[in-house]
């Protein structure tokens, strides 16, 4: 009889290895079926219980120790990352910049991404006296620091001041420079500029315009001749790569922006479409 039981056993294990599965349904519609588990007086979800499903959880540093060789055959792997300040972004992990979901495309791991919520805007302004970075060829980088931030998650920025890209595509700039105080014709030719990955020579740059303000008061109509703004914005579309650095910069013909005490920056980055 026990022979028969052990045989009946090993049968039915075989069938229900290979038959679709169900948890708290005796009638999965899937391979793997997954219902809440029902009040037994009412016959809807207790109340009682936590409801849902749970992704592995871990750190990207505990990811980064994993030796495992993830290839096609991992492909949809899910897993969800609980802390990024340790670890790295080397190889597989490129993409895996913040908290969240992420699933293995096959090469590369991939966050998955509420589409209703853009996570690459960035939005900085930057006003008063402040210091440039100077580099060659007269240019001068303009280090946007936290307190600039208006917008935009912390890992967009770098404590050197620099956008990170946070994954390829092709992404939306728009960059304004103001100086008050000065005429644009005692600058020289000045330029705004963007440069990528801590290079000296911008990716794309574009001469400054010299604009006079006029306020309007209702009764006197001031002109504000005597306090000249000179400024210009340069709005621009780039293929970038996960993992780039965009830094604005400026540069004069003939005035120091060190003596120029009101200096302001504003600058907009976003994604609008993958490559």
Do not use: C
Request: proline content about 3%; hydrophobic content about 40%; cysteine-free.
């Amino acid at each position: 009889m026990r022979k028969l039981f052990f045989v009946a056993a090993i049968l039915s294990f075989g069938f229900t290895a290979h038959a679709q599965i169900g948890i708290n349904t005796t009638s999965p519609k899937m391979t793997m079926d997954v219902e809440f588990q029902k009040d037994p007086l009412t016959g809807g979800p207790d109340n009682s219980k936590h409801i849902g499903l749970k992704a592995p959880t871990l750190t990207r540093e505990q990811l980064t120790q994993n030796t495992a060789i993830y290839g096609m055959d991992q492909s949809g792997a899910l897993v969800y990352i609980t802390d990024v300040n340790g670890g790295d972004m080397l190889g597989q992990r490129v993409n895996m910049n913040s908290k969240g979901y992420y699933y293995f495309d096959g090469n590369v791991w991939k966050k998955m991404i509420d589409t209703n919520r853009n996570t690459t805007l960035f939005k900085a302004f930057k006003t008063g006296t402040w210091s440039l970075l100077s580099l060659t060829g007269g240019w001068n980088r303009v280090s946007i620091d936290a307190a600039d931030k208006q917008m935009g998650a912390a890992t967009l920025l770098n404590a050197n001041g620099e956008y990170v890209v946070p994954s390829d595509g092709i992404y939306q700039i728009k960059y304004e420079f103001r100086i008050q105080g000065i005429n644009a014709n005692l600058l020289g030719k000045s330029y705004l500029g963007l440069i990528k990955n801590g290079g000296s020579v911008p990716i794309e740059d574009k001469q400054m315009d010299s604009v006079t303000l006029s306020l309007n008061l209702g009764i006197i109509n001031l002109d504000l001749a005597d306090v000249p703004v000179s400024g210009t914005i340069m709005n621009t579309v780039l293929e970038l790569n996960s993992g780039d650095l965009i830094s604005p910069v400026f540069k004069t013909g003939a005035v120091s922006l060190g003596l120029l005490t009101n200096k302001q920056v504003s600058i907009y980055i976003y994604k609008i479409s993958d490559m």
